[in-house]
């Protein structure tokens, strides 16, 4: 259609040399005017189950955009409650091999791959005891440990025992039990700000608990 590519995909499933395996892929993929768009994707490997509107790469312009996929190819991808298994990212980063949090998502993320932003995400834990929502912009995938992260959430709702399991996740396991023994378990909210690499950041904001507030 107006020299554009169109095709359904009602099955596809591959492996890649780096272990991830692409079990199910269906969806609706259009190749025109240097774009991918895949409408309607389901897509599962090992760990995570992808549901999007659309999943799009375009070439930015300029010369050698292949070659440098990272800064001159523009992602978009609307997440449908997917669920994301964060070992799934250990494949390409591996400052989160064996990292097995896992969250739901939904929302749009679009930018380059080297600096990926979003108005709004909606984020939950499986158990539904960790919801919030998220504006957020990352710079430097894929070096994770000197990516720059601008975070804004203006409302987290969890429980302390919630966060250390989150917290232990990644700093493998050596905070775990820092808040739940002194405060058994207290239902909490927090806004905050963080800037920074997840090594060397500054970050303010309000926690409100049911044993008390802090700032």
Do not use: W
């Not at 199910?24 to 999007?52: E, P, Q």
């Not at 494949?91 to 989160?96: D, G, K, S």
């Amino acid at each position: 259609v107006d020299g554009a590519i169109e095709a359904d995909i009602k099955s596809l499933a591959a492996t890649e040399k780096c272990g991830i395996e692409l079990r199910y892929l269906t969806g609706h993929i259009r190749f025109a005017d240097r774009t991918i768009m895949v409408n309607d994707i389901y897509l599962k490997d090992n760990y995570t189950t992808l549901i999007a509107d659309y999943l799009s790469f375009s070439a930015i312009a300029g010369k050698g955009s292949i070659k440098d996929f990272l800064r001159k190819i523009a992602l978009g991808v609307d997440f449908k409650e997917t669920f994301l298994d964060f070992r799934t990212i250990g494949f390409f980063t591996p400052e989160l091999q064996g990292n097995s949090f896992k969250i739901y998502v939904t929302g749009e993320v679009t930018g380059p791959i080297a600096h990926l932003v979003s108005d709004k995400l909606s984020v939950h834990t499986p158990n539904g005891e960790t919801v919030t929502d998220i504006k957020l912009s990352i710079k430097g995938i894929p070096n994770m440990r000197k990516a720059i992260f601008d975070v804004h959430i203006p409302k987290l709702r969890s429980n302390t025992k919630e966060i250390d399991k989150i917290v232990a996740h990644f700093t493998h396991n050596q905070t775990q039990n820092l808040t739940y023994p002194l405060l058994n378990k207290a239902n909490c909210t927090l806004n905050c700000n963080f800037l920074g690499t997840l090594y060397d950041f500054k970050a303010d904001g309000k926690l409100l608990s049911t044993v008390g507030d802090a700032e």
